[in-house]
């Protein structure tokens, strides 16, 4: 059962959907209890994704076969991760609840889990270099769950 108050797990699973199933699994479901927005976009080397918006609150993300990749939540959801972090959030509150804070590729990265990231909006997703450059006050919306390991080069530092 879908649900927008289950636990956000990283690498895993948000609103009882899971990463790396088929979303033949769940279509079912989507499409007699939901409102479901489908959108197909073509990436630069020509591999087709589609993404599912699921009543405006979550969007499942999967690639050409149906495997699903991604769950992306807005602040319509209610669940949370690890029971503290959630949409609309301020910096300030994250940074507190939390022991390291990285960005990668427009994203917010916390405490080295790269199953979980927070999307920076416009125009800190572009501008933001440095922690420093995030206001305390800025609002965070979106919380993505996908497998970002591949954003951890051999240069980059994690301790």
Known sequence: MIDFSAEIKSKHSA???LLGENISTYVNTLYTEHKVEVKIY???DNETRTAYVVDK???VSTLADGTIFSIGCNTRYKGRYKDTLSTGMTFAQIKKLTARQ????GSLIIDED???S???PSPYDEIADSIEDIPPDLKLNEIYIADFSSWISPRTNIR
Request: aromatic share 22%.
């Open 42 to 44: 073509t990436l630069p």
């Open 118 to 120: 927070y999307v920076l």
């Open 57 to 59: 609150t979550i969007t």
């Open 102 to 105: 990285r960005i990668f590729n």
């Open 114 to 116: 790269f199953g979980f």
């Open 15 to 17: 609103a009882n959907i």
